[in-house]
């Protein structure tokens, strides 16, 4: 059975920092899913990570996938507020079913 | 990529009764995903839901209390049966879109409170 983790799952930067959040899954799979959801809100969609050494980039957000390690990052450059929310990896298992992360909480303090 | 029309938005309902779930989406699809978003937590599938078949549920998931139809390409519901305080939860839909670049899209999902 397919387990995604992420750590950590609080988290709390400051403006302008650099930070990673992990995802680590337990089964082979090469599609990885991240999304964003902010409080009361459904889940809009950063990246999909097809394959091993793919790396996504969109504004101050980058994802990376190794699918060997069976790891992948979504790494925040200087970290502004409006990035507060809740992330989530997910990733699909060989049935086409997709497995969600328990969720980083981010909070950006000025 | 896919839209998808959720309704209702929210609803408080009485301990027992039941409360049906819509989900109309703009295109085709193969498969829709019914999730359930408990206070503070992480999204876990209930079923998978093909056109034509019958629904196929997770563990902890039963028919009898999450049955689901799929009557089309286009839409689904979920209905939530002989409901409890501990079934208040975010219900949410899902499709995949390979037309998309970003894979699954989620409906806006239905926000229950079980009283």
């Known amino acids: 059975e397919l387990k995604v983790e992420q750590n950590p799952l609080f988290l709390s930067m400051q403006e302008g920092k650099n930070y990673t959040i992990y995802c680590n899954y337990s089964t082979t799979s090469d599609r990885l899913y991240w999304y964003r959801q902010d409080p009361g809100k459904s889940l809009e969609s950063l990246f999909v990570?097809?394959?091993?050494?793919a790396v996504k980039q969109e504004g101050r957000l980058m994802a990376s996938l190794d699918t060997k390690a069976r790891l992948s990052t979504l790494h925040i450059t200087a970290a502004v507020h409006d990035l507060s929310a809740t992330y989530f990896c997910a990733v699909e298992d060989p049935y086409d079913k997709v497995i969600f992360g328990p969720g980083t909480s981010l909070s950006v303090i000025p | 990529s896919a839209v998808i029309s959720q309704k209702p938005s929210r609803d408080i309902c009485q301990r027992g009764t039941s409360l049906t779930i819509q989900c109309q989406v703009d295109?085709?699809?193969?498969?829709m995903f019914w999730y359930r978003q408990q206070p503070g937590q992480s999204l876990t599938l209930i079923a998978t839901?093909?056109?034509?078949?019958?629904?196929?549920?997770e563990s902890g998931f039963v028919i009898d209390k999450f049955p689901i139809s799929r009557p089309n390409l286009t839409f689904s519901t979920l209905t939530v049966s002989n409901m409890s305080p501990e079934d208040s939860s975010i219900y949410l839909c899902s499709v995949g879109d390979d037309r998309a670049p970003y894979g699954y899209t989620f409906g806006s999902g239905t926000r229950l409170t079980v009283v």
């Open positions: 295109s085709q699809v193969t498969m």
């Open positions: 990570l097809l394959s091993n050494g």
């Open positions: 839901a093909n056109q034509g078949s019958e629904a196929t549920y």
